[in-house]
């Protein structure tokens, strides 16, 4: 048999309760717990430890790196809802504890005097009591000793009560609190008290025997006579099993509690077992804005009222000059764009009047143009043997430009070297070419031929001269040895 469907109603009561539910998570404070600057392997377990008292309302796995700046952070408060920045740093002297209200500030800074760890605190307890279900809710926060008129007391008070969901007590459920998180302020030393406890209620009011056959513990009865007596009596239990209940920690249950006999209007007792971290805090200054603005109130440091004038007066000149700076920065890149918007125009009315020009010209012809141009193509051609006896002043050899063509100079701007092929004058047609390995064949004289000539004629000249080729390239005569090379 399949499982049945839930019905229309069901379904729109889910939705109607996770939608509350994400409006409830959403209302709630927010916060991030990291650190800042390089603090060793402790301040790294201290972070992880003030991110399980602050859960379940903060980024347990936040990862930080070295390039995030305070901007970055502050980036991606907003769209994650997060009203709240504890950052820890560490300097030569101490370790330090900044506390970011956004996106507004203020922001308090504090002294670590004294720190110890989760695992430290619990290593020292016979029985400690920590859990997981303990850090599904957020901790039950309370102030003492904080009633005081001082500006920098009240503001640390908000700031405390502001980094926690409010409570009514009207309507709280008393299962939700499992931990109590306990801030405490010395007005002689002024200093803060840090303590993170866990919640346990247990009956009161019944033995001692009786407490344990509720909670399923089964106490030693052999020096019983009767089952009565561990009703009736108090037996001696164990010194692990002693209790210190009193009038400073028993109260009647407005409403049943988790645990056997915790029933509604019975006494129960409170108990506290702490499971850290602890720590004691001092407070260094009180600062406006996200540690950005004026020190409202600094611990180690007190001005007189003439004083803070004339701070306040230094702070507002240097925002002016600010200003005045990014105005004229301001102005200064707008009149570049607007020379860079005026450069562009120019550049596409010139290419617009080309391209019309050019245009024109090829739309309507010149008759008498192409009798101009080929006059000057006439002018500017001449034989290879006229270009020879202007460069060189002597006569060219008969073998050295047989067919006589005649090349043209173009003057039309740079143009791309082609190469080329050396043209090689061919040879009386009656005298044969047979291979000069054959038998028989003739062999030819040295000092006769086109080559021998074209020596002897190179040979004449004096020293010094160059002959240029119909190829683009120069002979220079050394030594009675020819090198090629270019022009």
């Known amino acids: 048999m399949g499982r049945q469907s839930r019905s229309k109603s069901q379904k729109r009561e889910r939705a109607a309760a996770q939608l509350q ?3 409830d998570f959403g209302s709630v404070p927010h916060s991030f717990v990291f650190q800042r600057g390089r603090g060793g392997r402790s301040l790294r377990h201290l972070v992880a430890d003030m991110r399980r008292v602050m859960e379940p309302y903060t980024a347990r796995a936040l990862r930080v ?4 700046s305070l901007k970055d952070f502050v980036a991606v408060a907003g769209p994650l809802g997060v009203t709240h920045f504890l950052v820890f740093s560490k300097s030569m002297s101490s370790i330090n504890l900044k506390l970011f209200r956004l996106p507004g500030g203020p922001t308090l800074t504090f002294k670590v005097m004294e720190y110890s760890l989760i695992r430290d605190v619990v290593s020292s307890l016979k029985r400690h009591r920590m859990h997981e279900q303990q850090f599904t809710h957020h901790p039950l926060l309370v102030l003492s000793n904080f009633g005081l008129q001082q500006i920098h007391v009240k503001l640390m008070a908000s700031m405390f009560q502001n980094m926690f969901p409010s409570i009514n ?3 709280v459920n008393l299962n939700s609190i499992k931990r109590c998180l ?6 002689e030393t002024q ?15 019944v033995s001692k025997g009786l ?4 909670q399923e513990k089964f106490p030693n009865m052999s020096r019983l006579e009767d089952i009565s007596e561990l009703l009736v009596k108090d037996i001696n239990l164990s010194e692990s099993e002693a209790e210190q209940d009193g009038s400073h920690n028993v109260l009647e249950l407005p409403q049943a509690y988790a645990g056997r006999g915790n029933m509604k209007a019975q006494q129960s007792a409170v108990r506290l077992t702490e499971i850290g971290p602890r720590m004691t805090l001092r407070l260094s200054k009180v600062e406006e804005g996200l540690a950005q603005g004026n020190v409202l109130y600094h611990g180690f440091i007190h001005k007189s009222e003439a004083e803070v004038q004339e701070l306040l007066a230094r702070k507002e000149a240097k925002l002016r000059l600010r200003a005045e700076r990014r105005q004229r920065q301001e102005a200064a890149v707008e009149c570049k764009r607007r020379q860079r918007e005026a450069q562009r125009e120019k550049s596409l009315e010139g290419m617009r009047r080309k391209r019309q020009q050019e245009d024109g010209d090829s739309g309507a012809e010149d008759p008498g143009a192409p009798e101009q141009d080929a006059a000057e193509e006439e002018e500017e051609e001449e034989s290879d043997a006229e270009h020879y006896r202007r460069e060189v002043g002597e006569e060219p050899d008969q073998d050295l430009f047989p067919d006589r063509s005649k090349r043209k100079r173009r003057s039309l701007g740079p143009s791309r070297l082609r190469k080329r092929r050396r043209r090689i004058p061919p040879e009386h047609p009656t005298t044969s070419n047979p291979h000069p390995t054959a038998p028989g064949a003739p062999r030819r004289h040295r000092g006769t031929g086109p080559k021998a000539q074209r020596g002897a004629g ?16 120069t002979i220079f005569q050394r030594l009675g040895r020819a090198r090629k090379g270019k022009h």
């Open 458 to 473: 190179a040979a004449a000249r004096p020293r010094g001269q160059r002959k240029l080729l119909p190829k683009g390239k």
């Open 65 to 68: 790196r070295k390039s995030n």
């Open 169 to 171: 007590v009207r309507t």
């Open 211 to 214: 407490k344990k056959l509720l």
């Open 182 to 187: 306990l801030i405490t302020y010395d007005t």
């Open 21 to 23: 539910a994400q409006q």
């Open 191 to 205: 200093l803060l008290e840090f303590r993170h406890y866990s919640v346990k209620v247990v009956p009161v009011g």
